[in-house]
């Protein structure tokens, strides 16, 4: 039995939808429209080309790092085939979640970080592009609504030069920094002034030409430098030719297969052909630097230490040459007397790297370096363009004059301003120290007025008596607690000044020594005073005894004691008593009382 027509209709019709969301879906990865994006975070989120020769995505290029690059292949991009060919955020990788790729609405292509904000723009603002789309050439077009281009990567290579992609005026291309590390390296690929094809090491504190050779002229070496268009580009037959007229096959040519014209990060142009069945890339050199294309420029005085990767003894120059053009690896040789006991032997040393170079004016060898043969300058020559000019001609000065800059009148206020409050700042410091400096002065002179007033007693600072004791340099008696020199006061009175074993403070001990005297000197005055009101007054014992005793002492006994305390602190040394004497008046008062 049929089913009925309605059903059958639904189900044509759901039929029709899904091949219709199929086809969607897989158009969806050929290109992207205005106001969608692809995501770090989906892995479907990859731009294919038609064939599935280019696949664009987000690229792995560290932890937690991706890039938006292209590369050869489709999206599961594994293996040694997986090498990106054009990168967008080569120096500025965005996080692994968060970041898109968003054609917006204005018809800008943006690459945003996790923060929001923009790691990469093609700044095609405002435009009327409609959608980006890869090609089957690896180029990324940024296609308006009638299909114009307005923006793609071939205007803007990173290491790389594919097939058909020319290379223009203003192109420039640069290394990486290493295999793992995709930032800008050291070398560049470009076109200079004279409209030859240049390559360029720009290293962190200098910068040089290395090809062509800089010490020969492009045209000697087959350069064509009468051209204006500046343009390169590989065929994808294996072909290079540049408007100087450099040119060359790679080894593989007659061929249509993947390629990629690389500057690498060792500063090397090489050319790589995808092998599809390993997945490798193999390289095609074009150095020309083995083989009969080779030739030798004889440098004297020259000696490139170390690198050496063979080196073969007693053999002869024809010898050593023929191994060196034999050997792509050998980058010239170093032909030079033999130090054994053998009799006038030389010996090969094959390079495989030019490093350390030097010139010495008394090296005894040679040096040959490996060149192709279209190089046409002789040894003379070299020679001439490596001499050391001292000449010391000196340069004419030429007579240039220059508009000045008109004057930011702003800038300059605010200069005098800051000059203005940082003098009154200055000033003030310098005024606030004077007076500070000066009531320390008067201070010290009122301290002293007022020492000499309370104690009867004329103070002399510790430079004053170092000075009157000459440096405390004549010594009349020594104690326990220091020293007693002889010093000469300023108005020549003779004075014995004590210097304490434990100053090393100066002034500050010594003062403190000085208030100690003047207090003793009060104590006995008032103790004898205290003696004189005892007969009219007894309780002028009690005030001198310590109140510990509560009063549980004999008072004729404690004033005897007082009286000999007195005698043994007399002004005059010569009345006061020897120990012998107190003995004896302390027994004699004991012998009264019995």
Not at 126 to 144: E, F, I, W, Y
Not at 259 to 275: A, E, I, Q, W
Request: with cysteine.
């Amino acid at each position: 039995m049929a089913p009925p027509l309605p059903i059958l209709h639904l189900l044509l019709l759901l039929l029709l939808l899904l091949l219709l969301s199929l086809r969607l879906s897989s158009s969806d990865l050929l290109s992207l429209r205005r106001g969608s994006s692809l995501s770090v975070e989906n892995p479907s989120d990859v731009l294919v080309s038609p064939a599935g020769a280019f696949s664009a995505g987000f690229f792995g290029v560290g932890e937690n790092a991706y890039t938006f690059a292209i590369w050869h292949g489709g999206p599961n991009c594994t293996g040694p085939s997986c090498v990106p060919v054009w990168m967008a955020n080569r120096g500025v990788p965005v996080n692994g979640k968060g970041s898109r790729l968003s054609l917006t609405d204005n018809g800008n292509l943006v690459l945003s970080d996790a923060g929001a904000s923009t790691a990469w723009s093609s700044d095609t603002v405002p435009s009327k592009a409609a959608r980006l789309q890869l090609n089957d050439t690896g180029n990324l077009v940024l296609a308006g609504e009638n299909g114009e281009a307005l923006w793609q990567s071939f205007d803007f290579p990173t290491d790389t030069l594919l097939p058909t992609q020319v290379m223009k005026r203003d192109t420039v291309v640069i290394s990486s920094r290493s295999r793992s590390n995709y930032s800008e390296g050291f070398y560049s690929l470009y076109f200079n002034d004279d409209n030859v094809l240049h390559l360029i090491f720009n290293g962190p504190t200098f910068s040089s030409s290395y090809w062509p050779f800089p010490w020969a002229r492009p045209q000697d070496l087959g350069r064509f430098v009468y051209n204006s268009s500046r343009s390169a580009v590989l065929d994808p037959l294996g072909y290079f030719l540049s408007s100087d007229e450099y040119k060359f096959y790679s080894s593989d040519y007659g061929v249509v297969i993947p390629r990629r014209l690389t500057v690498d990060p060792d500063g090397n142009l090489r050319v790589y052909s995808l092998d599809t069945a390993t997945k490798n890339w193999p390289t095609f050199e074009l150095s020309d630097s083995c083989g009969s294309d080779v030739g030798f420029v004889k440098v004297l005085y020259v000696d490139f230490y170390g690198y050496d990767y063979d080196t073969v003894p007693n053999t002869t120059l024809d010898n050593c040459q023929k191994m060196c053009a034999e050997s792509c690896s050998c980058r010239g040789f170093q032909y030079t007397l033999s130090s054994s006991d053998t009799h006038d032997a030389y010996d090969c040393y094959l390079k495989i790297e030019l490093l350390n170079g030097h010139n010495l004016p008394s090296f005894s060898g040679e040096f040959h370096l490996k060149v192709n043969k279209s190089v046409t300058f002789t040894t003379d020559q070299l020679e001439r363009r490596t001499r050391y000019n001292c000449t010391g001609v000196q340069k004419e000065v030429l007579d240039r004059r220059y508009p000045q800059k008109g004057k930011n009148g702003v800038v300059n206020f605010m200069l005098w301003f800051a000059i203005a409050v940082a003098a009154i700042e200055i000033l003030v410091v310098f005024v606030v120290w004077f007076f500070f400096f000066r009531n320390q002065q008067d201070i010290t002179a009122a301290s002293h007025s007022y020492f000499l007033a309370a104690t009867g007693f004329q103070r002399f600072t510790y430079d004053e008596l170092k000075k009157a004791t000459k440096n405390f340099s004549q010594e009349i008696g020594r104690g326990s607690g220091g020293i007693v020199y002889r010093g000469v006061l300023p108005d020549n009175r003779v004075a014995a000044v004590k210097l304490l074993n434990e100053a090393i403070t100066g002034e500050a001990d010594f003062l403190a020594e000085g208030r100690g005297d003047v207090k003793h000197i009060r104590l006995v005055t008032w103790a004898r005073q205290k003696m004189q009101e005892s007969a009219s007054n007894p309780s002028g014992v009690d005030e001198m005894v310590d109140p510990i005793l509560e009063g549980n002492y004999n008072r004729k006994k404690m004033e005897i004691l007082i009286q000999v305390a007195l005698q043994c602190v007399a002004e005059d040394k010569d009345t006061r008593p020897t120990m012998g004497q107190v003995v004896e008046m302390l027994l004699r008062h004991d012998n009264n009382d019995l």
